[in-house]
């Protein structure tokens, strides 16, 4: 009941929200006449009410440009509130979410792994996912019914998403209920975890494996590797997705199994306290992020590009996923703005301009020089960078060659990306963009 105790504050009227404003009430007025309510209805179910629309501020913003064929969906699967081991209410992952600009948000708690079950117990599993609904009231947010089946090795941890209901996924004998977490933890893990993702299945959820690198927790260099548990449910067409990065660590193990077994590459937060403290945003850092690739902004659109595959991960300053999904991101990221051909020097300056979050750092894979430069360019986030190049084919036909130093196509592999330019001996250029 810590809620009912602290005292409202409204820094600003929420929008939008009928159950906050009524008409000639003002909102410090509705909020005193519902206090005392609060307070003799112990069993009125409390909402934490609508998220505050979040200070301007565009620096955080996670943005990347649409491409030719699809919107780009900035999202985060695998989050936590204190509905299971996180810390927060879900009203402020749906803040937090908010500030990043994301597009769609899970909050997946773990059904068994329940260490506030004495100060919040919530028989029904679906209330973080209701409790975010309600919060993102009026936003565009959208808000994915996930949550987290939790095992110990081999089947380790999944998420399950886009699902009706997360109740039916745990089982736990009513012999076995107690007020001791680890005790009911234990309990919990009595059910195979197979017969809970069959359950996530049979409601049409997209399930992918988290942090498949915690496979020895006592050694965490050892390799990740497939095991008959997650092949198994691969054969079966019941695992879709896993996670190449999660918190703080990417893993090229991980990339290697999507691109090995056809697997959708996710990157996550998995927060559980505050992405600000996780993340700095204010000194320019970022959660993980699933870029998806979707026909149109709907769960449903998401959920089929979560199927089909059409994800890229950004992690730090790296972006990760196949190499068709990364291309035409990198490719709706760069555009050679300016080509000026000096003829006297034979010299031609091109300016590159980069519509996205993450800096692009490119190196010369081209038959020209670079006078005076390394080949290397860094063309930085939302901004430009300029560079020279001489080559005897010019007046003629030049081709940009560029290795992505910062994007990942398979462990340790960058893509390429070659654009052609037509340079004629008065000066006049023509551009042909060259599809891969
Ligand atoms: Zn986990
Ligand atoms: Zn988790």
Same mark, same amino acid.
Request: proline share 7%; net charge negative; no cysteine.
């Given at each position: 009941?810590?809620?009912?105790?602290?005292?409202?504050?409204?820094?600003?009227?929420?929008?939008?929200?009928? !159950?906050?404003?009524?008409?000639?009430?003002?909102?410090?007025?509705?909020?005193?006449?519902?206090?005392?309510?609060?307070?003799?209805?112990? %069993?009125?179910?409390?909402?934490?009410?609508?998220?505050? #629309?979040p200070p301007a501020?565009?620096?955080?913003?996670?943005?990347?440009?649409?491409?030719?064929?699809?919107?780009?969906?900035?999202?985060?699967?695998?989050?936590?509130?204190?509905?299971?081991?996180?810390?927060?209410?879900?009203?402020?992952? =749906?803040?937090?979410?908010?500030?990043?600009?994301?597009?769609?948000?899970?909050?997946?708690?773990?059904?068994?792994?329940?260490?506030?079950?004495?100060?919040?117990?919530?028989?029904?599993?679906?209330?973080?996912?209701?409790?975010?609904?309600?919060?993102?009231?009026?936003?565009?947010?959208?808000?994915?019914? +996930?949550?987290?089946?939790?095992?110990? &090795?081999?089947? %380790?941890?999944?998420?399950?998403?886009?699902?009706?209901?997360?109740?039916?996924?745990?089982? =736990?004998?009513?012999?076995?209920?107690?007020?001791?977490?680890?005790?009911?933890?234990?309990?919990?893990?009595?059910?195979? $975890?197979?017969?809970? =993702?069959?359950?996530?299945?049979?409601? *049409?959820?997209?399930?992918?494996?988290?942090? !498949?690198?915690?496979?020895?927790?006592?050694?965490?260099?050892?390799?990740?590797?497939?095991?008959?548990?997650?092949?198994?449910?691969?054969?079966?067409? &019941?695992?879709?997705?896993?996670?190449?990065?999660? +918190?703080?660590?990417?893993?090229?193990?991980?990339?290697?199994?999507?691109?090995?077994?056809?697997?959708?590459?996710?990157?996550?937060?998995?927060?559980?306290?505050?992405?600000?403290?996780?993340?700095?945003?204010?000194? *320019? %850092?970022?959660? $993980?992020?699933?870029?998806?690739?979707?026909?149109?902004?709907?769960?449903?659109?998401?959920?089929?590009?979560?199927?089909?595959?059409?994800?890229?991960?950004?992690?730090?300053?790296?972006?990760? %996923?196949?190499? $068709?999904?990364?291309?035409?991101?990198?490719?709706?990221?760069? #555009?050679?703005?300016?080509?000026?051909?000096?003829?006297?020097?034979?010299?031609?300056?091109?300016?590159?301009?980069?519509?996205?979050?993450?800096?692009?750092?490119?190196?010369?894979?081209?038959?020209?020089?670079?006078?005076?430069?390394?080949?290397?360019?860094?063309?930085?986030?939302?901004?430009?960078?300029?560079?020279?190049?001489?080559?005897?084919?010019?007046?003629?036909?030049?081709?940009?060659?560029?290795?992505?130093?910062?994007?990942?196509?398979?462990?340790?592999?960058?893509?390429r990306l070659t654009h052609k330019?037509?340079?004629?001996?008065?000066?006049?250029?023509? &551009?042909? #963009?060259?599809?891969?």
């Open positions: 009941m810590i809620h009912a105790f602290t005292r409202p504050r409204f820094t600003k009227a929420p929008t939008g929200d009928p !159950a906050h404003t009524r008409p000639g009430a003002p909102l410090a007025t509705a909020a005193r006449r519902m206090l005392p309510l609060l307070l003799v209805l112990p %069993g009125l179910a409390i909402a934490h009410g609508v998220a505050l #629309d501020d565009e620096d955080r913003l996670i943005r990347f440009p649409d491409t030719g064929d699809y919107l780009t969906l900035v999202v985060d699967l695998h989050t936590h509130s204190v509905f299971s081991d996180g810390h927060v209410w879900p009203r402020i992952r =749906v803040g937090e979410a908010l500030r990043d600009g994301l597009d769609a948000l899970a909050i997946t708690e773990h059904l068994e792994w329940q260490p506030h079950r004495v100060d919040i117990p919530h028989p029904d599993r679906n209330r973080a996912h209701a409790e975010a609904v309600a919060a993102a009231a009026g936003h565009e947010l959208m808000i994915v019914a +996930g949550t987290e089946i939790t095992r110990e &090795q081999p089947a %380790g941890h999944m998420n399950a998403v886009f699902i009706e209901d997360a109740n039916v996924m745990l089982k =736990v004998a009513p012999e076995a209920e107690t007020d001791d977490a680890e005790d009911y933890y234990i309990a919990a893990n009595r059910w195979p $975890p197979e017969r809970a =993702v069959q359950a996530a299945n049979d409601q *049409g959820a997209f399930v992918f494996w988290n942090h !498949a690198w915690w496979q020895s927790p006592d050694n965490p260099a050892a390799p990740t590797v497939m095991t008959d548990f997650h092949r198994g449910l691969i054969e079966s067409g &019941q695992l879709h997705g896993i996670e190449i990065a999660n +918190g703080i660590a990417y893993a090229e193990d991980a990339f290697q199994l999507a691109l090995d077994h056809g697997l959708t590459p996710l990157g996550v937060s998995d927060v559980h306290e505050l992405i600000d403290w996780d993340y700095r945003p204010a000194a *320019g %850092g970022h959660r $993980p992020v699933t870029l998806v690739l979707a026909a149109e902004r709907s769960q449903a659109a998401l959920r089929e590009a979560l199927f089909a595959g059409r994800t890229v991960v950004w992690f730090e300053e790296t972006l990760i %996923g196949r190499e $068709p999904h990364l291309v035409s991101l990198l490719r709706a990221a760069l #555009d050679v703005d300016e080509v000026n051909y000096n003829a006297l020097h034979n010299l031609v300056y091109v300016t590159v301009s980069n519509a996205s979050d993450a800096p692009i750092r490119l190196r010369n894979r081209g038959g020209y020089s670079m006078p005076g430069q390394t080949g290397d360019v860094e063309v930085p986030p939302h901004g430009t960078a300029q560079f020279a190049l001489r080559s005897d084919a010019v007046p003629g036909e030049v081709e940009l060659d560029f290795e992505v130093l910062n994007a990942l196509i398979a462990p340790k592999v960058h893509p330019l037509r340079i004629e001996a008065a000066g006049g250029v023509d &551009q042909v #963009d060259l599809a891969r």
